[in-house]
Each structure stands twice: as structure tokens, then as C-alpha cells.
């Protein structure tokens, strides 16, 4: 069983940054891509960032440009910095690892597991 768990979240105002880290459990952490999605109240769960196991890196069209997704396979951990924060970046983050093999990775159900998820606040 894989367990991913979040850190990193909390309030912040528009224009600063956070960074999220997810800390993931196993020995085949670097086998996998991994992404990021989020998810505001009343809104349906949105891809933002991936990063395949070979480093490649993929964004949502409204974060690029202020958001980096990286990953350390010594640490098991994979992270997203975020820069030039909106309110409109509020919202619930959440790791997931990619299934094997996935290509698409902006697709929820191409990844098989979840984290709990980490609040990210911005006021404006």
C-alpha cells in the first residue's frame, strides 16, 4: 500500500509563495510520475502539475509560469513551488502518483493513488 502525505499548505497573501512537499512511502517512488491537482469548495477536482519518472514536467494553463513541480527520489518526496500566489489559487492540493504507464497526465483517473490533501489560502 502506498501512502502519500502532504505538507507545506497554509494562509498566504496574493502574491506570496508557498512551497507543498509530498512525502511518499515505498522503494519504487521513482518508477512513477506524479502529479498535483487541486480542489476549491464547490468545484470539481483540477489537474495543475506532473512530473513523469523521467523528469518531464506538465502544467495546467492557469498555473504556468508561477508554479514548479519537482521531485527528489532520494527523499521520496515530490514538490510543488508556487510563486505570484491569486485568491483564486485557494483551494484543497493533493498528490497522486500515476498509474504505470500513463501518458495523460492531466486525467485524475490515470493516477491510482491519493493523498489527503493540504489547505492553500490566499487573501487578497
Known amino acids: 500500500q502506498v501512502q502519500l502525505v502532504e505538507s507545506g499548505g497554509g494562509l498566504v497573501q496574493a502574491g506570496g509563495s508557498l512551497r507543498l512537499s509530498c512525502a511518499a512511502s515505498?522503494?519504487?517512488?521513482?518508477?512513477?510520475?506524479m502529479g498535483w491537482f487541486r480542489q476549491a469548495p464547490g468545484k470539481e477536482r483540477e489537474f495543475v502539475a506532473a512530473?513523469?519518472?523521467?523528469?518531464?514536467?506538465y502544467y495546467a494553463d492557469s498555473v504556468k509560469g508561477r508554479v514548479t513541480i519537482s521531485r527528489d527520489n532520494a527523499k521520496n518526496t515530490v514538490y510543488l513551488q508556487m510563486g505570484s500566489l491569486k485568491p483564486e489559487d485557494t483551494a484543497v492540493y493533493y498528490c497522486?502518483?500515476?498509474?504505470?504507464?500513463?501518458?495523460?497526465?492531466?486525467?485524475?483517473?490515470?493516477?491510482?493513488?491519493w493523498g489527503q490533501g493540504t489547505q492553500v489560502t490566499v487573501s487578497s
Open positions: 515505498g522503494r519504487t517512488f521513482s518508477s512513477y510520475a
Open positions: 512530473i513523469s519518472w523521467r523528469s518531464g514536467t
Open positions: 497522486a502518483r500515476g498509474r504505470p504507464y500513463t501518458t495523460d497526465y492531466s486525467r485524475r483517473d490515470e493516477y491510482d493513488y
